[in-house]
């Protein structure tokens, strides 16, 4: 632990939190984070890592336990509360204005005003360089915040959270777009500011860097605190790793692992394909009837990858090949002609809210019922209800404007798109985020009916278990490059985790 950092004086402490939504998400969690020290947590996806972040950081309301700051208890009312407190967060999506100025982003609603509300200019400018000072940038705070790189705006965050926020700074998967010179920035920044004594949260998925910035571990697992190490003790990866997964007995989520392979030509395939900046040279081959799992962390490439296959990007170099015959998707209308079909982690990209469920199901037919004079009607809402009915929406929500909707339901309703315009081969981003668990289930039994009936699928997703409930096969990125390809017995939960994690844990693991 470096100097600073008090085993017996936390900056902040969270006690025997609990958190409920439709299920317990935090069940008497306490942690404690200290000045000078990088205290980084860990979890898999649900573990209750975002909303233990939101609790501290004043955005969501604990339902039990406490919160001290300095040794006093206080309750939140909201995120300027907790700013009061000093306590800031830097999401993973900058909430940073594009058209303004580094500076006019560093000081934005903390501007220094005179009398009467106007703008001090000269106490503004002295202000903004003591903070780019303090922070060791060497940035010209007149540039447009939409001319720096990605790694500039990252700490161009993390200089305004540092503003709001002399405590206690909450990272989210900070580097998740970073290139390696823009993380040894990063690493930089974050060392000035821990020996200044601020007190830093960092999640990530990354054992590489946490080995060489993490003073402190603490792993989250189904709501409560499952592990903590310290550096001092010196990290065992690989334990972290099985913490994090758990000791997880066989259960329905295993039964694609063990069933038979397929036998057929592959529907699509993927020959060295590459787009720079997120993936490099993957190559993949999907058959009929198989659901291939894409696993990894965040920036590691796989959204991308789903993208550029319905035509919402453009691989570098490489070759798709569509039952065997080469294919390249100029954007989503040519993706749905040629067979293709996708389902963003985003439901709010592929919804049209103010429209009925039923116009959303049949966005990707309405081609087939359209000529040049009219709309068939009639046929589409029968094509529309006989679609969603297969797909578990209940006839009620049919006529309903998609925004009404639950998630779960949203995300059938896309799924339904895809029966009403059968596709050859469909791409599900996170088919499952955001749902309940009877939605999740729904779900995932219409993907194995779509499965049976000979569709061929990606599926994407940060959910072990989904990955183990639905694929036989799994591969995994990191970095942007196929790391493992894993199959049969040698399909876990752990063999996906550490091979999703950079050379550090590898090595540890071998």
Not at 187 to 216: M, N, T, V
Not at 278 to 291: T, W
């Amino acid at each position: 632990m470096p100097p600073g950092a008090s085993p017996v004086a936390p900056v902040v402490e969270v006690l025997g939190i609990d958190k409920s939504f439709a299920a317990p998400v935090l069940q008497s969690v306490s942690a404690a984070f200290h000045a000078g020290e990088i205290h980084a947590v860990l979890g898999m996806n649900g573990a209750g890592k975002s909303t233990l972040m939101k609790i501290i950081a004043g955005v969501v309301a604990p339902d039990g336990g406490e919160i001290r700051v300095q040794g006093r208890p206080v309750r939140f009312r909201g995120p300027r509360d907790a700013f009061a407190a000093g306590i800031a967060m830097v999401y993973q999506e900058l909430d940073l204005a594009r058209h303004l100025t580094v500076g006019e982003n560093l000081l934005l609603g903390a501007e220094p005003r005179r009398r009467f509300g106007r703008l001090d200019a000269p106490a503004e400018r002295r202000e903004i360089a003591a903070l780019l000072d303090d922070c060791g940038l060497a940035v010209d705070p007149r540039r447009p915040l939409r001319d720096l790189r990605t790694g500039e705006r990252q700490q161009v965050a993390i200089a305004k959270a540092f503003h709001r926020a002399r405590r206690l700074l909450i990272l989210d998967e900070p580097t998740s777009a970073l290139n390696a010179a823009e993380v040894e920035a990063l690493f930089a920044l974050l060392g000035r500011l821990r020996a200044r004594g601020l007190a830093i949260i960092y999640i990530s998925h990354r054992f590489d860097e946490l080995e060489r910035i993490a003073d402190r571990v603490t792993v989250l697992r189904n709501g409560r605190v499952a592990f903590t190490a310290t550096a001092e003790q010196s990290y065992d990866w690989p334990r972290i790793a099985l913490e994090m997964v758990g000791q997880a007995a066989a259960s329905e989520f295993d039964r694609a692992a063990d069933a038979p392979a397929v036998a057929a030509p592959p529907r699509l395939e993927l020959r060295a394909v590459t787009l720079r900046g997120q993936f490099e040279d993957v190559n993949l081959a999907i058959r009929p009837g198989e659901a291939l799992g894409l696993a990894g962390i965040a920036g590691d490439g796989r959204a991308a990858l789903g993208e550029c296959l319905f035509g919402l990007g453009r691989f570098d170099c490489g070759e798709v090949l569509l039952d065997g015959r080469p294919v390249a998707p100029r954007g989503p209308e040519a993706a749905v002609a040629l067979g293709l079909g996708f389902v963003p982690d985003d439901r709010a990209q592929a919804l049209c809210p103010h429209l009925p469920a039923s116009a959303n199901a049949t966005l990707a037919a309405v081609p087939r019922f359209a000529s040049w004079w009219r709309l068939r009607r009639r046929r589409e809402a029968a094509l529309a209800g006989e679609c969603l009915a297969a797909s578990a929406v209940a006839p009620p929500y049919w006529p309903l404007p998609a925004r009404a909707l639950s998630g779960g339901t949203q995300q059938k309703l896309l799924l339904a798109r895809w029966l009403a315009h059968p596709c050859r081969f469909l791409v599900l981003n996170e088919p499952t985020r955001g749902v309940d668990i009877r939605a999740r289930q729904e779900i995932h039994a219409q993907i194995d009916a779509r499965l049976r009936a000979g569709l061929a699928a990606l599926i994407i997703s940060s959910d072990l278990e989904e990955l183990l409930r639905l694929c036989r096969r799994v591969v995994v990125l990191r970095r942007g490059r196929v790391a493992r390809e894993l199959a049969g017995a040698a399909l876990t939960r752990e063999a996906i985790l550490l091979a999703a994690m950079p050379e550090v844990a590898q090595g540890a693991a071998s």
